[in-house]
């Protein structure tokens, strides 16, 4: 990643899916003193329009956007997000090894293939609780 992020850095995960929230509940349970920020695109509340990204995109893959607009995705997302931690945390140390040429590599490429089969796998049974609806999974692409 060229640039560190200017916080709060805003994720767009979707929350019919088991591991994705159960990632983002974990995110909040941890110190980032406010520098980040959830948006459960799943809900139908949560229109994307205004940051010029397809729902479609979003639900394909995480996405973060920080206080300039700008766009992180997929493990370029994770880098983001763990760079709100402090830098001695596990999230932090996560934040410098992935930016480590050989393992982002390996990270973006087995991403790739979670994404890919991430609609098949088990879904929240809370969709639709007020907070959550679910939504196509299908690749944009």
């Not at 992020?5 to 019919?16: A, H, N, Q, S, V």
């Not at 980032?32 to 394909?60: K, T, W």
């Not at 300039?68 to 763990?82: D, H, L, P, T």
């Amino acid at each position: 990643m060229p640039d560190r992020p200017e916080f709060p850095l805003k994720i767009f995960y979707d929350g019919t899916c088991t591991i994705c929230a159960a990632e983002m509940a974990a995110y909040r349970r941890k110190q980032h003193g406010g520098r980040l920020e959830f948006v459960d695109i799943s809900c139908l509340e949560s229109a994307p329009e205004p940051y010029g990204i397809p729902r479609d995109a979003l639900m394909y893959e995480l996405h973060a956007i920080d206080r300039r607009g700008r766009v992180y995705r997929g493990v370029g997302a994770f880098e983001a997000i763990w760079q709100a931690f402090p830098a001695l945390s596990r999230y932090g140390l996560l934040g410098v090894l992935i930016g480590l040429p050989g393992v982002n590599y390996l990270a973006r490429r087995a991403y790739r293939g979670f994404a890919r089969i991430r609609k098949y796998l088990p879904k929240s049974r809370h969709a639709c609780d007020g907070t959550t609806c679910g939504y196509g999974k299908d690749s944009p692409r």
